[in-house]
């Protein structure tokens, strides 16, 4: 069965023991059927909204800069950018090196370098810092004096599957986690209670799994405790590195 919109939602039929939709009926489904349809976008939805940084839903944006323009617009599908990801991209035609930017505060560009978006020639040049605007937006000191590269990264919101043959962002090795998100509702749908709850306490477990395979990492702290020899016995003793 291909992993797609049409295969997820006859997941969900066969367990249901439902007459199972063809490429061809598909988009006209109707009554329960239409309902299954929502019932696995519902939980693809509500896998998206627990984590803000699942990695599939990871993208690498690259912006070209105008001379002259400070401010810039989030990617329309953007639900968090990582402001310490912005770089500006080497260009041997404009004569810059890869620079990745420093980050400050939107009030700390307001009273320092805000100048530049009334006064084109007080601050131009190489963007080397980067502000969040209030606006969904990015901002950029110096003004680009020229059509630089910005490249920096974020975490989209997936659109809902539409067309038979739609692919869902999640991986298919947790197929089983939306298809167990969609029998929550298709139980509900149908008044069984008791196996929307079962459905949903599996579901939730899957998420966690998702989690703990995709998100969770273990970061080891590096001593830097110097062993000295105290001259007693062989006993080893620490000094502290000065702070």
Known sequence: MAYNYLGLVNEVNRRLNE?????????????FYAHAKDAINASLRDINQTEFN????????????????????????AKLLDFDSFR????STLGNATTRLGIIT?????????????????????????????????????????????????????????????VPAVPERFKHVV??????????FRGN????????????E???NMRSML??????????MIPQNTGGGGRMGYARLPI
């Open 106 to 166: 939107y009030e700390e560009y307001l009273d320092k370098y805000v100048e530049q978006e009334y006064n084109s020639t007080s601050r131009q040049g190489v963007p080397q810092l980067v502000a969040h605007g209030p606006a969904l937006e990015y901002i950029l000191t110096p003004e680009p004096d020229a059509a630089y590269t910005v490249v920096y990264e974020y975490y989209r919101v997936p659109v809902d599957l539409e067309l038979y043959d739609d």
């Open 179 to 188: 298809v167990d998100g969609a029998m929550h509702y298709a139980y509900l």
């Open 193 to 204: 209670s008791q196996d929307a709850l079962i459905a949903k306490e599996k579901y939730q």
């Open 88 to 91: 500006i991209k080497e260009d």
């Open 19 to 31: 007459t199972e939709l063809t490429s061809s009926n598909f988009a006209s489904a109707s009554g």
């Open 54 to 77: 699942w990695p599939f839903n990871h993208v690498e944006q690259e912006d070209v800069l105008s001379a002259n323009v400070t401010r810039y617009a989030f990617p329309h599908d």
């Open 215 to 224: 998100i969770n990492r273990t970061y080891y702290v590096r001593s830097y």
């Open 206 to 208: 899957g998420i966690k």
